[in-house]
């Protein structure tokens, strides 16, 4: 069972910095952002996620004032920002290509912005030693971007976007031009330079891994409307609907039909899986109606004897596929139904053997508050 | 533009090898060759005679006898203040010139740069499109234009602007008036081609940073084009400094240009060792500005790769 306290719980809102209200975006027809609300609160690490086409770049340019709406207004720190344009907005962006300038040193480019903003020389160079400082790059200030690496250039435009010291700072996938390694190391640090900074981030990515380990809160996007809204554990473990329930890690999802309730559970047949299920809700569902049943792979345990039943949903099948990874091993199980389910399982005890193989006969079982109702 | 090559590596290189060959031996045969005959002349005396200048080297009953170099010729230019005038006034109106087709093809190469694709290569075309036309041609042209009697003036005086025909033929205003016409597309084709690849993300950069367009034009525009700049000016002041139609044709008895000056020496005056001695003056002239700019493209060059 969860226990209560793991269940999400609505907190009553501080001011929120950025309050998008209604905000739609349409380019020549056809509408990328739509109908978008979203508060974002200060000192947050914001990530709006969601694939390519989604519309979340669009948020992030009506966000830095590149776009204006087409309908809706845009409020930071209480002030409307619908038609300011971005020279004059307390928002600095970190574009994805970086856009360093490369007729400029390291130092120039980071000075560039305090140089439009009439700050007196000695100042400057102040500020720019002390962001230099910060994201450790001292060394290279009279270097030009071309002979900078690529996480050289990232710690650059960081450094660049926040010497203004902005109220928001917008991040347009900060991490997808650097390798994977370096990738993990600067998704610690650029956490880490938040809560040294306070500083609000808004982080816009396609990688649901790089949204949950960075952000405190998640915005999922898709076709131009937010889907969903909440911290990564929320997200994960209580999507709103199939599509977040999908694009968010890896999920087995299935169709079923409600078969009956009563307090607080309802049961359900799913056709694919050929099995009777319980789920923990709420929510009245007369009988027949359709919805769709979804458990994450890491919550299914699997193995050769049957196991207990109370609170569980168990199902049976063959594994057909296996991946060794060393801490955990990945398996696909075909049930006779042909439905293909995914298991992953933490490889706890020291052995040279598996205790499941290729073949063998399982049963699958997880916790019925693990199972997860959706809307069809 | 794609096609992968067919025929195996070795032979293919072989190919290209012999293909990038030809245009050298071309401008060996007709660029080096004919200018080292004109090197030659200018170390010669003027004689009337056929050709019009002494042997350089002189051949006696048992062969070569000796070499007979004089250096007169440059002496004499450098002596004679009115060479001297001409070169200056020759590069000062090429200059100008240039700084006019900078002035002009500056704001349509980038207005050029900014057009969607399609729209873009339709106005390159119409850049270009004046070439299919003879260049003296289209010279000859200005002066139906800008005669006294031509086309402009008499269209002023039939509206009543004017009562006399402003003079705009055989004058400096019309020899620049023909080198902007005549070589703005040499300005605008490098101008277009370094400003089409501006990533337009350094714009926003900027603007986000606190620029106004101008501001980010100035600070992040404007320096990103200067080997374009450098390039397009270099394209239009060579050859304008040598100039010889459009003053001949447009210009007026007082135009001082070398081009002008070398056709006297050679074909009134018939000094040909004299008038050889002018034109490698101009090349050597010359030369630093090109050198210059090729240094410049290989550091470019160096950069990109």
Same mark, same amino acid.
């Given at each position: 069972?969860?226990?209560?306290?793991?269940?999400?719980?609505?907190?009553?809102?501080?001011?929120?910095?950025?309050?998008?209200?209604?905000?739609?975006?349409?380019?020549?027809?056809?509408?990328?952002?739509?109908?978008?609300?979203?508060?974002?609160?200060?000192?947050?690490?914001?990530?709006?996620?969601?694939?390519?086409?989604?519309?979340?770049?669009?948020?992030?340019?009506?966000?830095?004032?590149?776009?204006?709406?087409?309908?809706?207004?845009?409020?930071?720190?209480?002030?409307?920002?619908?038609?300011?344009?971005?020279?004059?907005?307390?928002?600095?962006?970190?574009?994805?290509?970086?856009?360093?300038?490369?007729?400029?040193?390291?130092?120039?480019?980071?000075?560039?912005? &305090?140089?439009?903003?009439? !700050?007196?020389? #000695? $100042?400057?160079?102040?500020?720019?030693?002390? =962001?230099? +400082? @910060?994201? /450790?790059?001292?060394?290279?200030?009279?270097?030009?971007?071309?002979?900078?690496?690529?996480?050289?250039?990232?710690?650059?435009? &960081?450094?660049?976007?926040? !010497?203004?010291? #902005? $109220?928001?700072?917008?991040?347009?996938?900060? =991490?997808? +031009? @650097?390798? /994977?390694?370096?990738?993990?190391?600067?998704?610690?640090?650029?956490?880490?330079?938040?809560?040294?900074?306070?500083?609000?981030?808004?982080?816009?990515?396609?990688?649901?891994?790089?949204?949950?380990?960075?952000?405190?809160?998640?915005?999922?996007?898709?076709?131009?409307?937010?889907?969903?809204?909440?911290?990564?554990?929320?997200?994960?473990?209580?999507?709103?609907?199939?599509?977040?329930?999908?694009?968010?890690?890896?999920?087995?999802?299935?169709?079923?039909?409600?078969?009956?309730?009563?307090?607080?559970?309802?049961?359900?047949?799913?056709?694919?899986?050929?099995?009777?299920?319980?789920?923990?809700?709420?929510?009245?569902?007369?009988?027949?109606?359709?919805?769709?049943?979804?458990?994450?792979?890491?919550?299914?345990?699997?193995?050769?004897?049957?196991?207990?039943?109370?609170?569980?949903?168990?199902?049976?099948?063959?594994?057909?596929?296996?991946?060794?990874?060393?801490?955990?091993?990945?398996?696909?199980?075909?049930?006779?139904?042909?439905?293909?389910?995914?298991?992953?399982?933490?490889?706890?005890?020291?052995?040279?053997?598996?205790?499941?193989?290729?073949?063998?006969?399982?049963?699958?079982?997880?916790?019925?508050?693990?199972?997860?109702?959706?809307?069809? | 533009?794609?096609?992968?090559?067919?025929?195996?590596?070795?032979?293919?290189?072989?190919?290209?090898?012999?293909?990038?060959?030809?245009?050298?031996?071309?401008?060996?045969?007709?660029?080096?060759?004919?200018?080292?005959?004109?090197?030659?002349?200018?170390?010669?005396?003027?004689?009337?005679?056929?050709?019009?200048?002494?042997?350089?080297?002189?051949?006696?009953?048992?062969?070569?006898?000796?070499?007979?170099?004089?250096?007169?010729?440059?002496?004499?230019?450098?002596?004679?203040?009115?060479?001297?005038?001409?070169?200056?006034?020759?590069?000062?109106?090429?200059?100008?010139?240039?700084?006019?087709?900078?002035?002009?093809?500056?704001?349509?190469?980038?207005?050029?740069?900014?057009?969607?694709?399609?729209?873009?290569?339709?106005?390159?075309?119409?850049?270009?499109?004046?070439?299919?036309?003879?260049?003296?041609?289209?010279?000859?042209?200005?002066?139906?234009?800008?005669?006294?009697?031509?086309?402009?003036?008499?269209?002023?005086?039939?509206?009543?602007?004017?009562?006399?025909?402003?003079?705009?033929?055989?004058?400096?205003?019309?020899?620049?008036?023909?080198?902007?016409?005549?070589?703005?597309?040499?300005?605008?084709?490098?101008?277009?081609?370094?400003?089409?690849?501006?990533?337009?993300?350094?714009?926003?950069?900027?603007?986000?940073?606190?620029?106004?367009?101008?501001?980010?034009?100035?600070?992040?525009?404007?320096?990103?084009?200067?080997?374009?700049?450098?390039?397009?000016?270099?394209?239009?002041?060579?050859?304008?400094?040598?100039?010889?139609?459009?003053?001949?044709?447009?210009?007026?008895?007082?135009?001082?240009?070398?081009?002008?000056?070398?056709?006297?020496?050679?074909?009134?005056?018939?000094?040909?060792?004299?008038?050889?001695?002018?034109?490698?003056?101009?090349?050597?002239?010359?030369?630093?500005?090109?050198?210059?700019?090729?240094?410049?493209?290989?550091?470019?060059?160096?950069?990109?790769?």
């Amino acid at each position: 069972m969860v226990a209560s306290e793991d269940w999400p719980v609505s907190e009553t809102p501080a001011t929120p910095l950025v309050q998008i209200r209604e905000v739609s975006k349409q380019f020549d027809g056809v509408t990328a952002v739509d109908r978008v609300s979203l508060d974002i609160l200060r000192r947050e690490l914001f990530a709006i996620l969601g694939s390519s086409g989604c519309g979340k770049t669009t948020l992030l340019r009506l966000l830095a004032g590149f776009e204006q709406p087409t309908s809706g207004r845009i409020l930071i720190d209480g002030a409307d920002m619908t038609d300011v344009p971005p020279y004059e907005r307390p928002v600095n962006l970190m574009f994805q290509s970086y856009a360093l300038f490369p007729h400029m040193t390291v130092a120039q480019n980071v000075a560039y912005g &305090l140089k439009k903003e009439h !700050v007196p020389a #000695p $100042k400057i160079r102040e500020r720019v030693a002390e =962001m230099l +400082a @910060l994201v /450790k790059l001292e060394a290279l200030a009279t270097r030009k971007p071309e002979k900078l690496s690529g996480g050289e250039k990232q710690r650059v435009a &960081l450094a660049r976007a926040l !010497v203004k010291r #902005p $109220k928001l700072l917008l991040l347009d996938e900060p =991490m997808a +031009a @650097l390798d /994977k390694k370096l990738r993990q190391h600067t998704q610690f640090e650029l956490a880490s330079l938040q809560y040294q900074l306070g500083t609000t981030f808004v982080v816009v990515t396609h990688d649901q891994s790089e949204a949950m380990t960075l952000a405190n809160r998640i915005a999922v996007m898709a076709e131009g409307r937010i889907v969903q809204v909440g911290p990564p554990g929320e997200v994960y473990e209580f999507p709103a609907n199939r599509y977040v329930a999908s694009f968010v890690g890896n999920i087995n999802l299935f169709d079923g039909r409600v078969t009956g309730g009563e307090a607080g559970r309802l049961s359900l047949h799913c056709e694919a899986l050929g099995a009777d299920l319980s789920v923990i809700s709420d929510a009245v569902m007369p009988a027949g109606s359709a919805a769709c049943i979804a458990v994450r792979p890491e919550k299914i345990t699997i193995s050769r004897q049957a196991p207990e039943t109370k609170d569980r949903n168990v199902v049976k099948g063959t594994v057909w596929d296996l991946a060794y990874f060393g801490d955990q091993s990945l398996y696909r199980v075909r049930l006779k139904t042909g439905a293909e389910m995914q298991v992953s399982a933490q490889n706890l005890r020291r052995s040279a053997k598996l205790t499941v193989e290729w073949d063998d006969e399982v049963y699958l079982s997880w916790e019925i508050a693990s199972t997860i109702l959706l809307p069809s | 533009m794609n096609e992968e090559p067919t025929v195996n590596g070795g032979q293919a290189l072989q190919w290209l090898r012999r293909a990038v060959a030809l245009p050298y031996l071309w401008m060996l045969l007709f660029f080096l060759t004919p200018f080292l005959i004109i090197l030659k002349i200018s170390f010669s005396d003027p004689i009337v005679a056929q050709p019009p200048f002494t042997p350089l080297l002189e051949w006696g009953a048992q062969g070569f006898a000796g070499l007979r170099a004089t250096f007169e010729n440059y002496a004499y230019l450098f002596q004679d203040g009115y060479y001297g005038i001409i070169y200056l006034s020759s590069l000062k109106m090429a200059a100008i010139g240039t700084l006019l087709c900078l002035l002009l093809g500056y704001p349509m190469a980038y207005y050029i740069a900014r057009q969607p694709p399609r729209r873009r290569q339709i106005m390159l075309l119409a850049v270009i499109l004046p070439f299919w036309i003879s260049f003296l041609l289209r010279v000859y042209a200005w002066i139906g234009l800008l005669n006294n009697r031509g086309v402009i003036n008499e269209f002023l005086i039939r509206l009543g602007v004017i009562d006399h025909p402003l003079p705009m033929l055989y004058n400096d205003f019309a020899v620049y008036l023909g080198i902007v016409y005549s070589y703005l597309p040499f300005m605008i084709l490098p101008l277009y081609a370094n400003l089409e690849r501006l990533d337009l993300d350094l714009l926003e950069a900027a603007a986000d940073l606190g620029a106004r367009r101008w501001q980010a034009f100035v600070d992040v525009t404007l320096p990103l084009s200067v080997p374009g700049i450098i390039g397009g000016c270099l394209l239009v002041f060579i050859p304008a400094v040598g100039e010889f139609t459009i003053p001949a044709l447009l210009g007026g008895a007082d135009t001082l240009m070398i081009g002008r000056v070398l056709w006297d020496e050679f074909f009134i005056n018939r000094d040909w060792p004299v008038a050889s001695a002018v034109s490698v003056v101009l090349l050597v002239l010359l030369i630093a500005p090109i050198m210059w700019f090729q240094r410049l493209q290989r550091r470019e060059q160096e950069a990109a790769s």
